[in-house]
Protein backbone atom coordinates (compact mmCIF):
# COMPACT_ATOMS: atom_id res chain seq x y z
CA UNK A 1 0.00 0.00 0.00
CA UNK A 2 3.15 2.40 0.74
CA UNK A 3 4.58 1.56 -2.64
CA UNK A 4 0.90 2.87 -4.80
CA UNK A 5 0.80 5.88 -2.08
CA UNK A 6 4.17 6.30 -3.33
CA UNK A 7 4.05 6.30 -7.00
CA UNK A 8 1.11 8.85 -6.70
CA UNK A 9 3.05 10.56 -5.75
CA UNK A 10 5.54 10.55 -8.08
CA UNK A 11 3.14 10.58 -11.03
CA UNK A 12 1.20 13.64 -9.88
CA UNK A 13 4.31 15.84 -9.36
CA UNK A 14 5.09 14.73 -12.84
CA UNK A 15 1.77 15.88 -14.35
CA UNK A 16 1.95 18.61 -12.75
CA UNK A 17 5.54 20.07 -14.20
CA UNK A 18 4.41 19.16 -17.56
CA UNK A 19 1.24 20.60 -17.79
CA UNK A 20 1.76 23.27 -16.11
CA UNK A 21 4.57 24.48 -18.69
CA UNK A 22 6.43 28.15 -17.63
CA UNK A 23 5.33 30.52 -19.77
CA UNK A 24 7.00 33.93 -19.46
CA UNK A 25 6.43 37.28 -20.61
CA UNK A 26 8.91 39.57 -21.30
CA UNK A 27 8.35 43.22 -22.45
CA UNK A 28 11.54 44.23 -24.86
CA UNK A 29 12.41 47.06 -26.52
CA UNK A 30 12.94 46.83 -30.32
CA UNK A 31 13.46 50.25 -32.92
CA UNK A 32 11.13 50.46 -35.46
CA UNK A 33 8.86 53.29 -36.55
CA UNK A 34 5.46 52.16 -38.82
CA UNK A 35 2.57 48.93 -39.22
CA UNK A 36 4.89 47.58 -42.01
CA UNK A 37 7.54 47.13 -39.03
CA UNK A 38 5.01 45.61 -36.75
CA UNK A 39 4.20 43.09 -39.28
CA UNK A 40 7.61 41.99 -39.97
CA UNK A 41 9.08 41.73 -36.05
CA UNK A 42 5.59 39.96 -35.37
CA UNK A 43 6.38 37.37 -37.97
CA UNK A 44 10.16 36.68 -37.10
CA UNK A 45 9.06 35.74 -33.59
CA UNK A 46 6.45 33.40 -34.63
CA UNK A 47 8.81 31.06 -33.41
CA UNK A 48 8.64 27.80 -31.75
CA UNK A 49 7.66 28.20 -27.73
CA UNK A 50 6.12 31.65 -28.31
CA UNK A 51 2.46 31.89 -27.59
CA UNK A 52 1.93 35.47 -28.12
CA UNK A 53 3.77 38.73 -29.59
CA UNK A 54 2.75 41.86 -30.20
CA UNK A 55 4.94 44.80 -31.03
CA UNK A 56 3.24 48.67 -30.58
CA UNK A 57 4.88 51.58 -33.03
CA UNK A 58 4.04 53.85 -30.35
CA UNK A 59 5.64 52.54 -27.20
CA UNK A 60 8.28 50.47 -29.44
CA UNK A 61 7.74 47.68 -27.16
CA UNK A 62 7.28 44.01 -27.87
CA UNK A 63 5.44 42.17 -25.25
CA UNK A 64 6.47 38.63 -26.02
CA UNK A 65 4.92 35.22 -24.30
CA UNK A 66 6.98 32.07 -24.51
CA UNK A 67 7.77 29.05 -22.61
CA UNK A 68 11.05 29.36 -20.77
CA UNK A 69 12.02 25.82 -21.21
CA UNK A 70 11.82 26.18 -25.30
CA UNK A 71 13.13 29.79 -26.22
CA UNK A 72 15.26 32.40 -24.42
CA UNK A 73 14.73 36.21 -24.25
CA UNK A 74 17.48 36.29 -25.66
CA UNK A 75 17.27 34.12 -28.77
CA UNK A 76 13.56 36.09 -29.11
CA UNK A 77 15.86 39.60 -29.61
CA UNK A 78 18.44 37.58 -31.61
CA UNK A 79 15.42 36.78 -33.96
CA UNK A 80 13.98 40.12 -34.36
CA UNK A 81 17.65 41.78 -34.68
CA UNK A 82 18.14 39.01 -37.94
CA UNK A 83 15.48 40.86 -39.49
CA UNK A 84 16.87 44.11 -39.21
CA UNK A 85 15.68 45.77 -35.93
CA UNK A 86 17.41 46.73 -32.97
CA UNK A 87 16.58 45.20 -29.50
CA UNK A 88 17.89 46.45 -26.35
CA UNK A 89 20.50 43.69 -26.52
CA UNK A 90 21.03 42.94 -30.17
CA UNK A 91 21.65 45.16 -32.89
CA UNK A 92 20.73 44.41 -36.36
CA UNK A 93 23.66 44.09 -38.89
CA UNK A 94 24.06 47.20 -40.97
CA UNK A 95 23.32 45.11 -44.55
CA UNK A 96 20.10 43.97 -43.06
CA UNK A 97 18.54 47.54 -41.83
CA UNK A 98 20.05 49.01 -44.83
CA UNK A 99 17.57 46.78 -47.03
CA UNK A 100 14.91 47.89 -45.10
CA UNK A 101 11.76 50.05 -46.86
CA UNK A 102 12.47 53.78 -46.68
CA UNK A 103 9.87 53.90 -44.33
CA UNK A 104 11.06 51.73 -42.00
CA UNK A 105 14.64 53.32 -41.64
CA UNK A 106 14.23 53.91 -37.88
CA UNK A 107 16.57 55.90 -36.13
CA UNK A 108 19.09 53.28 -34.83
CA UNK A 109 20.19 52.94 -31.08
CA UNK A 110 23.15 54.28 -29.66
CA UNK A 111 26.32 51.55 -30.61
CA UNK A 112 29.45 52.22 -30.63
CA UNK A 113 29.81 51.30 -34.14
CA UNK A 114 27.84 54.61 -34.78
CA UNK A 115 29.31 56.44 -32.36
CA UNK A 116 32.97 56.11 -34.07
CA UNK A 117 30.80 57.35 -37.25
CU1 LIG B 1 8.33 50.17 -40.98
Known sequence: ??????LFVVVMAFLCSSS????????IKVYGNCGMCKSRIEKAVKLEGITNAAWSPDSKLLVVS????KISNDDIQKAVA???HDTEK?????????KLPGCCLYERKKTEAAAKQ
Do not use: I, P, R, W
Not at 20 to 27: E, I, L, P, S, V
Not at 66 to 69: L, N
Open 66 to 69: YESA
Open 20 to 27: FAQTQTDT
Open 90 to 98: YSAEDKVYK
Open 82 to 84: AVG
Open 1 to 6: MKSVKF
